[in-house]
Nanobody
Framework: QLQLVESGGGLVQPGGSLRLSCAASGFRLDYYATAWFRQAPGKEREGVMCLDYGGGITNYADSVKGRFTISRDNAKNMVYLQMNSLQPGDTAVYYC?????????????WGKGTLVTVSS
């Protein structure tokens, strides 16, 4: 059974950093496009970044350019989202997702999310 489990969320002060992790089971992430999405309170879910099976990166959100980085560890079968210079506007539940297609397509599998709160 394909499963994605996020971890690493928490409370961080503005300007701080967090690294989110997404662990996959039942399939190899390096064969999939894997993305991070987020949903802030009262807002629709939005895409953040995506990493395709060839290593190409798609930025879905202009607001995170230069601050967030997506990466994959094939040996650990995990994908990460390194978030720097965090702002209150980054507060959201962050979801890991994957698809056998490319980053331009809707995701097929989703994790349950991890909450990131940026506040002083």
């Amino acid at each position: 059974q394909l499963q994605l489990v996020e971890s690493g969320g928490g409370l961080v002060q503005p300007g701080g950093s967090l690294r989110l992790s997404c662990a996959a089971s039942g399939f190899r992430l390096d064969y999939y496009a894997t993305a991070w999405f987020r949903q802030a309170p009262g807002k629709e879910r939005e895409g953040v970044m995506c990493l395709d099976y060839g290593g190409g990166i798609t930025n879905y959100a202009d607001s995170v350019k230069g601050r967030f980085t997506i990466s994959r560890d094939n040996a650990k079968n995990m994908v990460y989202l390194q978030m720097n210079s965090l702002q209150p506007g980054d507060t959201a539940v962050y979801y890991c997702a994957a698809t056998l297609k490319t980053c331009s397509y809707p995701m097929d599998w989703w994790g349950k999310g991890t909450l990131v709160t940026v506040s002083s």
